[in-house]
């Protein structure tokens, strides 16, 4: 698979990081509670392929129901330019806050975030896209 170094930040760019991916994005639309009232779009990457360049200080984390999904934002600005999913507590992801001219192309797959638990024993890939 082709890898680039993707680079972004929040808002104020106080948080910055950089994510190796292939410049095609396979990108989750999540219909759950808080994936709905943020708009989010996510994709994911193994941990070892995302580094926190700047503004670890900057960061807050926002937790809820299981606690498993850490969702990472800036406290300046309030943008969320990474979290840890509930699907992958291994991975992260962060296409909304990339900046342009890396991506190639994106690719949107819809997930039942609604009914997650049955939306997770159905999809075949989503696990191992942390690995």
Same mark, same amino acid.
């Given at each position: 698979?082709?890898?680039?170094? +993707?680079? /972004?930040?929040? +808002?104020? /760019?106080?948080?910055?990081? @950089?994510?190796?991916?292939?410049?095609?994005? +396979?990108?989750?639309?999540?219909? !759950?509670?808080?994936?709905?009232?943020?708009?989010? +779009? =996510? #994709?994911?990457?193994?941990?070892?392929? #995302?580094t926190l360049l700047e503004g670890?200080?900057?960061?807050?984390?926002?937790? #809820?129901?299981?606690?498993?999904?850490? =969702?990472?934002? !800036?406290?300046?600005?309030?943008?969320?330019? #990474?979290?840890?999913?509930?699907?992958?507590?291994?991975?992260?992801?962060?296409?909304h806050c990339l900046d342009p001219?890396?991506?190639?192309?994106?690719?949107? @797959?819809?997930? !039942?975030? @609604?009914?997650?638990?049955?939306?997770?024993?159905? =999809?075949?890939?989503?696990r191992g896209m942390s690995q």
């Amino acid at each position: 698979m082709e890898f680039v170094k +993707h680079t /972004g930040g929040c +808002h104020c /760019g106080a948080v910055r990081f @950089e994510v190796l991916s292939s410049p095609d994005l +396979h990108v989750f639309h999540c219909s !759950c509670s808080i994936c709905t009232k943020k708009q989010n +779009h =996510h #994709f994911i990457v193994p941990k070892s392929y #995302f580094t926190l360049l700047e503004g670890l200080d900057d960061l807050t984390t926002y937790t #809820f129901n299981t606690h498993v999904a850490q =969702h990472t934002f !800036c406290k300046i600005c309030g943008v969320q330019s #990474f979290y840890t999913p509930r699907s992958n507590p291994d991975g992260y992801v962060s296409p909304h806050c990339l900046d342009p001219g890396t991506v190639r192309s994106v690719t949107v @797959e819809n997930f !039942c975030g @609604e009914k997650w638990e049955e939306s997770m024993q159905a =999809h075949k890939t989503i696990r191992g896209m942390s690995q």
